[in-house]
């Protein structure tokens, strides 16, 4: 199982709630069988795949859009 430290998580994202809502969209587009993860991994769970990919700094958070679908790159 994969394990997240608090000092990583604080520095990619403004709080735990912002972080949630990305790592949840990234989950949601790597669910489709057509995705494939930014990172190599061994976890088969979207979301921690999207959890290792925002902490390899492979999908960014987007902030101050007005554009619903721009949360993240």
Partial sequence: MATFSLEEIETKA???YELILV?????AQLAHPDTRPLV??????????????????????????DDEDAYME
């Fill in 14 to 16: 403004n709080s735990i």
């Fill in 23 to 27: 790592a949840a969209r990234r989950a």
């Fill in 40 to 65: 190599e991994t061994t976890s088969k769970k979207p979301t921690i795949i999207a959890l290792e990919e925002i902490l390899a700094d492979k999908v960014k958070i987007v902030r101050h859009t």
